[in-house]
């Protein structure tokens, strides 16, 4: 009783909470100040999360690999362990070309990572304007099957595509008789990138559609009226006015792709570029039977998220220019 | 230039009828309005005329082509559209020369065609512009250049200055006359205002429920309309409408008679249902004409005034037929109620008690049951009804 009645005449008094709650309510200043301070907590906590792993990377970089695992990694006056470069060996950064030939587990990721993208960006185009733009029987049954489709587990196509790009020879069942040999595509390109378009597309054909649909119908009509084909019109009008769909699509299936293991470690069958090994299997070839160099896979993890940090860089103007531009009036 | 036919056309999408056995033949160097009430098939003929749709049967031919299966593109048509879709990622010179840069034209000819399109629709200097930064009436002239650009055969018009303010929509109802004038092109203009429709067209073609009504030039339509629904459709405010049965010298409705001899239209029986339609401009208040027993007129009407419009060159004045009628606004519709225009000097005022009498040489007769129009003005068809109807009038007043 004693306390509820202290906390009235704290608050009847106006304490501290309450005269500053009141200020912020009145105050216009006092509110801006307010908003400004929570809006960058809210953003200091989100740069702090995703930037403090890179430090993290850069620290291991930079720190000799034997001093890793022995180095006293406590600060100097506080005493509190925080990851702190334990020497400075910018070398690391050369070195990691020369331990392995890094540069081409890049390439490998990069075309990878590339051909999907067009792949999936070409079917799933064509596929949005049939979803977005079309009425047809069937329409709503198939957009379910693909999404039905896209949420299987990738494991569960990884036996039977790998038994087929092997090149066995199919074998009709039981009785035995030999149909035909498909081509052997395992350490090829063509092993990962079927099964990546596969399992990209849905989420592209789903983004695509719910743009191309926005369109306005007479943009098209207009388009096919003045001398294009519904092609045409789907290159030179609808394509355009979508631009921030397709940079999405894009961005999230190249970086889908260039970031795959599961994959490309088993369709790879040794972890070599010749056989199109990608990034990651480049970064784990650091790691020997006997000897793991942390800060030279720290440096390579560096080098290879900079083409994306690069792509996402251009394509984010892309976005941003083309959300300005795209203002569709009808 | 190109004469357009549609030959028995029909477009049904599942079960919907939305065109239904379509003739029209359009003239070249014509301009026809397509008008009717929403969803009734005029934007779907249109579409069909530019390839946007195809017919589910039928053929059509702009000049001696077959064009029902080509595709848009090679129809040599060219649209103007209700929502004006300007491609909103070009500026005003290419969406203009898009046509032109398709067929792959020199950039100097381009040049020179989009400079003569922007000179007839008044749009020089804007060629840079983003369609964006443009108003609706500029927005609909760049779209109407890029239709003019490529010299077409038939322009496609989709109730193009529906979207303007009612300004703007008068004088582009101008400017589009003046470049039919110019360009003496055969135009295809689809529309829901008939106001449009009567000033700018050749002829009207007035659609309904998918079935063409009536294809005749403006006034005809207005003074001949083959059935009720043209005459109700055309003219504002629209025409009255009263339920009779014809008599022996006459039709008879609830409240008054018109006198003529029903023996003049051969399809007229005694006792058949007509609907008797009256334009309001052909009501007179007794009061007003010089002489009310003239014979084209009808007996006086005995009518209370219920609500006033005051219009400025005009005032619409709702009459009541029936004297323990409360307001017109209880009923559904006309019934029992007529519409009088009335000059802006007259002295009238609501819930007064006024002798009103009927033009009968704009009388129209419509058949209650089928809506087909019986005739087109009773007051020829007197013959000897003529001398019991003026009794009438001294027995009234």
């Not at chain 1, 064509?126 to 049954?141: D, H, I, S, T």
């Amino acid at each position: 009783m004693a306390t509820t009645t202290e906390r009235d005449d704290d608050t009847s008094e106006g304490g501290p909470l309450e005269s500053w709650t009141n200020g912020v309510l009145k105050d216009e200043a006092k509110r801006q100040r307010l908003y400004r301070a929570l809006f960058w907590t809210a953003c200091g906590f989100f740069l702090v999360t995703t930037l403090f792993p890179f430090y993290w990377l850069l620290v291991l970089a930079l720190t000799p690999n034997n001093r890793i695992l022995t180095g006293d990694w406590s600060l100097p006056v506080i005493g509190v362990e925080f990851p702190h470069p334990q020497g400075f060996n910018p070398v690391a950064f050369v070195e990691v070309f020369q331990v392995v030939p890094f540069h081409y587990f890049v390439f490998n990721s990069f075309v990878l990572a590339t051909t999907t993208t067009i792949i999936v960006l070409v079917i799933a185009t064509l596929a949005g304007y049939v979803f977005g733009r079309l009425e047809f029987p069937g329409r709503g049954a198939l957009m379910l099957g693909i999404l039905v489709i896209s949420y299987f587990p990738p494991a569960a196509f990884l036996i039977p595509l790998f038994d087929a790009f092997l090149g066995n020879p199919v074998v009709v069942p039981f009785l035995g008789i030999e149909l035909f040999s498909p081509p052997r595509l395992v350490n090829t390109p063509g092993s990962m990138i079927m099964p990546f378009s596969a399992l990209f597309l849905p989420l592209a054909i789903f983004i695509l559609t719910t743009f191309y649909a926005q369109i306005p119908d007479g943009l098209e009509d207009a388009a096919r009226v003045e001398g294009t084909t519904r092609l045409g019109a789907l290159v030179r009008v609808i394509m355009p006015l979508s631009a921030p769909g397709i940079a999405t699509a894009a961005v999230l299936t190249f970086i889908s792709v260039y970031n795959e293991y599961f994959f490309s470690s088993i369709m790879a069958l040794e972890n070599n570029p010749e056989n199109w090994s990608p990034l990651v299997g480049g970064i784990l070839s650091y790691q020997t039977q006997y000897t793991t160099d942390f800060n030279l896979m720290a440096a390579a993890s560096i080098v290879g998220v900079l083409p994306v940090v690069i792509l996402v860089i251009i394509a984010q103007e892309r976005i941003v220019s083309g959300l300005t531009a795209g203002a569709l009036k009808e | 230039m190109a004469r357009v036919t549609l030959d028995h056309v029909t477009k049904r999408y599942e079960d919907v009828v939305a065109v239904n056995d379509m003739n029209l033949d359009i003239k070249d160097g014509e301009f026809v309005c397509l008008v009717g009430p929403s969803g009734c098939g005029k934007s779907t003929t249109m579409e069909t005329i530019a390839g946007l749709t195809k017919p589910t049967e039928g053929t059509i031919h702009i000049g001696d082509t077959d064009v029902t299966r080509l595709p848009p593109k090679d129809r040599g048509v060219a649209m103007v559209f209700q929502n004006i879709a300007l491609f909103p990622h070009m500026d005003v010179y290419e969406n203009i020369s898009f046509g032109l840069r398709l067929r792959n034209y020199d950039k100097e000819e381009i040049d020179r065609r989009v400079d003569e399109a922007a000179d007839v629709v008044q749009l020089e200097g804007m060629l840079d512009r983003e369609p964006n930064e443009l108003s609706g009436g500029q927005q609909q002239r760049v779209a109407i250049a890029r239709a003019i650009v490529r010299n077409p055969d038939v322009f496609l018009m989709d109730e193009p200055l529906a979207n303007l303010d009612a300004k703007l929509r008068v004088h582009m109802r101008t400017e589009l006359q003046r470049l039919h004038k110019e360009l003496d092109t055969t135009i295809i203009y689809v529309t829901h205002d008939q106001a449009e429709a009567m000033t700018m067209s050749d002829r009207i073609a007035v659609l309904n429920a998918g079935e063409l009504q009536q294809i005749d030039p403006p006034l005809v339509c207005y003074n001949e309309p083959t059935n009720r629904f043209v005459a109700g459709f055309i003219g504002s405010p629209s025409m009255n409408f009263v339920e009779g049965n014809v008599v022996e010298n006459g039709v008879e409705t609830d409240n008054f008679e018109v006198g003529f001899d029903p023996a003049g239209i051969p399809s007229l029986a005694v006792g058949d249902q007509v609907s008797l339609g009256i334009r309001p401009e052909d009501v007179y208040l007794v009061d007003q004409i010089e002489d009310p027993d003239a014979p084209h007129l009808t007996d006086r009407i005995d009518v209370r005034t219920d609500v006033l419009e005051p219009m400025g060159d005009e005032i619409f004045v709702y009459l009541l037929l029936e004297e323990d009628q409360e307001t017109s606004m209880e009923d559904q519709g006309m019934a029992g109620q007529l519409l009088m225009s009335v000059t802006p000097d007259t002295e009238i005022e609501g819930d007064e008690d006024v002798d009103v009498v009927l033009d009968r040489s704009k009388i129209h007769l419509f058949d209650t049951a089928t809506g087909e129009a019986l005739a087109h003005g009773v007051a020829d068809l007197t013959g000897i009804g003529s001398e019991p109807a003026a009794g009438e009038v001294e027995s009234d007043s």
